[in-house]
């Protein structure tokens, strides 16, 4: 992992793992009902990885509200797959290599992220 950026490369590989979906054409999407959370934590730490700000949408699935945050970049999906997360995962998400091989501080950084 690039070192300048090692905590948010943990970070957004957690969310992604956690809350995440990566689809064919190079879009990245996370779901979530905390609207602050997406277009503020999540939001920064994609536009200082990948030079991107996520367009975020309000969603309703019967009485149920939750926002959907994705972005289109070859380069995040490019290396979520390099580094094994590819979609639908739900039963097949675990911490990636890079990921594992790391600091504690980076395994504490992509935890953070899954939850």
Known sequence: MESGNTKELAYFLGVICGDGYVGQNGI???????FEFLNGTYSEVVNKLFGKRPTIRKELY????????????????DFLKETGIISPKTFIVRMPEIIRKSSILSKNHFVRGCI
């Open 62 to 77: 019967k009485e149920f509200t939750y926002y959907r945050a994705f972005f289109y970049s070859n380069k995040a999906h």
């Open 28 to 34: 990245i999407e996370v779901k979530s009902d905390d």
